[in-house]
Structures are given as C-alpha cells and as structure tokens.
C-alpha cells in the first residue's frame, strides 16, 4: 500500500537519518567549513529538534523537509532534500508546493538546495517569489591592530549598565525597523516588544553569557543611541548585536563601540571574536574589514519572498542591518552587524 506522500519522520527513522546526511554534507561543503568545527556544525545541522516530514514517491521515501514556525510573518523552510533521480527542478516543486499546502507560504528558505545548480534553485524559487540573500560569519584576526579612534564629538561612550535595558530595546526597534534583520528574526508580531525580547534575551544569557568586558553603549548629546552587546559562544565572543540610531548616523559611533569592546575583550584574554553579516550589507562588511575580521564561514545561499519583505537585503544602509540569528550554520546564536 503506498503512503500519503508527506507522512511523519518516524514512519522511517533511517531513512530520515540518511536525508538528513546528505543536508550535512551539501551545506558542510558549501560554507567551506574548516575541519576543527565540522563535528559542531555536523551535530547542529543534523539536530532533529524541528518539525520535518518525509516525502514518499512510489512507496518510499525519496525527500524529507523540515520548517520553523516561530516567525509571526510566515515559517522558514530550513531543509529541503530530494534523493536522485528524484532531485531535479520538477521534483522540489512538487516537494515544496506539497510542504507548502501543510504549513501555509515560506518566508525563507535555507540553502543551497541538494542535487540543484545555482541556476536551477534560481529557476525553481524565483518562479515562487522568492530572491536570493547570503550570511557570513567574520572573526577578528588576532593579529588586527585597531588603532584608538577618537571619540565623535558630542559623544560619550561608557560599559552597559542595567538600568539600560528599556533603552536599549527602544534602541533595537528604531536601528531594526526598516531593514532586513528586522524580519530575519520576529517571534512577536509587535515589533516594538520583540525588539524588548531581543534585548532581554542577550542579556539574560539565553545566547551565552553576557560579557560585560565587550559591551559599550554611546550617548551621542546625552542620549542613549548607540550599543554593542556581546555574549560568550560555543566558539568564543560573539558580536550579538552592533545598534547606531539612525539619527546618530555617519559619526563614526559603531566603528568607536566596537573598538572599544575589542579592546575590552582582548584585555581580559577573551577570544576568538566573531560576528555574523548580512552580505548585501556592504557598509558593515567593509567596517567589518577595515577592524581586521575576515570571514570564516559562508556566505550562505538562502531566499525571502520579496512580497512579504519590504526590504532589500541589498540596501546599504543604517546600522545594524546584517545578521542574527541565524549564521551559515543553524543553531549558532543570534548576532547582527552595523554599518558605520
């Protein structure tokens, strides 16, 4: 008797395991993943802590897609994966388009899609709405020498103190609300509370330990209007978050803060330092380089549906449009980048 062609992961725990496999080592080869962390980003690719249905053709299963729901605009379909001869543009379609009927329209979707040229995935995404973004994770060189940048005029710079939180979320909604990462990663349809939540978050560790030596805030003309936030990670000191007012723009605060925190971090031993960007961000890449990070994972190949997005990836603007929490490898936490 053939199965309905979606049918739960445990109809075929082998064969969920062997898709899941061939994800791992499509998205492992793409990201050019050193060896020293393959056995991480392996574990955490592979994590079945997601819904996932296999996708039987002619009695067995060929395919397996898993989503997340937790995005108030629409799930994020982060596995997609046909087995050959099924792996072809016709058959993701009709993979995708079924996924689709069960989960409502993805929002974005990971990949690079297993089996597929980049021209292919184009075709079969592009024909669904759907337009390309990339993600890299850049660490510091530890032999980057910042040099002390002064001081904007009319800025004060301090660490982070507690009774900044209110304003540091208000902070995240006004740098988030017209770019990209500020629909990367919503759990909450007000978008004024999850910028609250984002912040709260970080600080209250769910990311890492929150590390006080990397943390500054700017108060450009007395106001709180600028910040860096990091947290210790699995690989080291992350960069969660980089936030310039857009008023406060073009002075020079995120290239100062983030001096400032590397220079509190390599005081006290810490290291590796690492952040994630958005690619089409090129005012943060190119701050990112002239501070001394290089990339060590990435850029990803993953997709948004522009009639749902208003805003371009691409956009060269405002702080803080760059990265979250999703890097090149699910699982690793959130972190975005500034412009200067």
């Not at 690079?112 to 759907?130: D, I, K, M, T």
């Not at 939180?165 to 990462?181: K, M, N, P, S």
């Not at 910040?227 to 857009?246: N, S």
């Not at 330092?273 to 701050?287: D, P």
């Amino acid at each position: 008797m053939a199965y309905p062609q979606l049918q739960p992961v445990d109809r075929d725990p082998e064969a969920c395991r062997r898709l899941l496999q061939r994800v791992v080592t499509n998205r492992l080869a793409n990201y050019g993943v050193p060896e020293s962390r393959r056995a991480l980003l392996q574990e955490q690719l592979g994590s079945t802590n997601r819904p996932m249905r296999l996708y039987f053709a002619e009695g067995r299963p060929v395919g397996l897609v898993g989503w997340s729901s937790g995005n108030p605009l629409g799930p994020t379909v982060d596995l997609l994966v046909l087995e050959p001869p099924h792996a072809s543009v016709a058959g993701y379609g009709e993979l995708l388009d079924r996924a689709e009927r069960e989960i409502g329209p993805a929002l974005f979707l990971y990949g690079p899609v297993p089996g597929l040229s980049l021209g292919e995935e184009r075709q079969l995404l592009e024909a669904r709405g759907f337009r390309p973004f990339a993600r890299s994770e850049m660490t510091l060189d530890p032999s980057a020498k910042l040099g002390r940048r002064p001081a904007p005029p009319g800025v004060e710079t301090r660490p982070v103190r507690p009774e900044d939180r209110a304003e540091l979320g208000a902070l995240h909604h006004r740098t988030y609300r017209d770019h990209f990462d500020g629909y990367l990663f919503l759990e909450q349809e007000d978008r004024v509370e999850d910028s609250r939540r984002e912040v709260r978050q970080i600080l209250e560790g769910r990311w890492g330990a929150f590390v006080a030596d990397g943390s500054r805030v700017a108060l450009p003309d007395g106001r709180l209007g600028g910040a860096v936030l990091t947290v210790r990670g699995a690989e080291g000191v992350l960069i969660a978050q980089v936030m310039v007012d857009p008023e406060a723009q073009g002075r020079g605060i995120g290239a100062r803060l983030l001096t400032e925190s590397i220079e509190g971090l390599r005081a006290h031993g810490d290291g590796p330092i690492y952040l994630n960007v958005t690619e089409g961000n090129r005012r943060a890449v190119r701050l990112y380089e002239r501070l001394g990070f290089v990339r060590t994972l990435g850029p990803s190949q993953d997709w948004y549906r522009a009639e749902r997005i208003p805003v371009s990836p691409t956009a060269d603007a405002a702080p803080g449009a760059g990265s979250a929490r999703r890097p090149p490898a699910p699982g690793a936490p959130p972190a975005r980048s500034p412009a200067p």
